[in-house]
């Protein structure tokens, strides 16, 4: 699948809407970090994890849809398409470490993000990978954030399983207008649109996980 140069005005809208959740990302970050208990150092750990990897792919994709064709477009496209693989395992960190603990917990934490580095790296170096080979894995990676979360669905609160599950489903869902940006304008920042909704979606759940759980 090759993908189609987009427009002005498509990449006006694309780097638009990322921009856009680049500040909700700002504005969500404060209350992120501060829905941690000061004692609680895995919680603190998972939830900077999350913010960060969160902030580099917004702001990453914001700056490639806004750059002017060139060498600097180009980069920043490696690493816009890299951090993807960071953010989904920086979503699946806070799960994984308020999971209840053994080290079984451990090894998948470690198996993610050791192949969230290979595909960062992958991305980096601009070695080519097909790009629905690529949209396959972030999607298989990213529903590995609803497997880390298995162990704590009967103590969640249900909405913030809800949340956890139907941010999983915008992702996956816009997965399909991202296929159809090879033929139709505008379905590149719709897909934007769905990525920022599973985002939103995403933050709230992990905000859930700042309550206390149930027995």
């Known amino acids: ?3 189609r140069q987009q427009d002005m005005a498509e ?11 680049l500040l909700g990302a700002f504005l969500a970050a404060p209350r992120l970090l501060a829905s941690a208990t000061p004692a609680n ?3 603190h750990t998972g939830l900077w994890i999350f913010v960060t990897t969160m902030t580099l792919l917004y702001g990453a994709s914001t700056l490639y849809h806004a750059m002017p064709e060139g060498r600097s477009k180009q980069w920043l496209l490696r690493l816009d398409n890299a951090a ?6 920086g979503s699946y960190t806070p799960f994984a470490l308020l999971s209840p603990g053994d080290s079984t917990r451990s090894v998948q934490l470690t198996l993610v993000w050791l192949a969230a580095a290979a ?3 992958v991305k980096v170096r601009a070695l080519h990978m097909p790009p629905l080979l690529s949209t396959a894995l972030y999607v298989t990676m990213g529903w590995l954030v609803l497997l880390a979360a298995l162990p704590l669905m009967a103590q969640l609160p249900a909405v913030s399983t809800a949340w956890l ?7 996956t869902v816009g997965v399909v207008f991202f296929v159809l940006d090879t033929a139709v304008r505008y379905a590149h920042a ?7 909704a599973g985002t939103g979606c995403h933050i709230v759940a992990v905000l859930g996980l700042s309550q206390p759980l149930q027995a």
């Open 11 to 21: 990449e006006i809208a694309n780097s638009v809407l990322h921009g856009a959740t």
């Open 119 to 121: 595909g960062f790296a």
């Open 84 to 89: 993807i693989y960071l953010f989904i395992a």
């Open 1 to 3: 699948m090759q993908q």
């Open 190 to 196: 719709i897909w934007h649109g769905f990525v920022a």
């Open 41 to 43: 150092a895995s919680a």
């Open 165 to 171: 599950v139907i941010g999983g489903v915008a992702y």
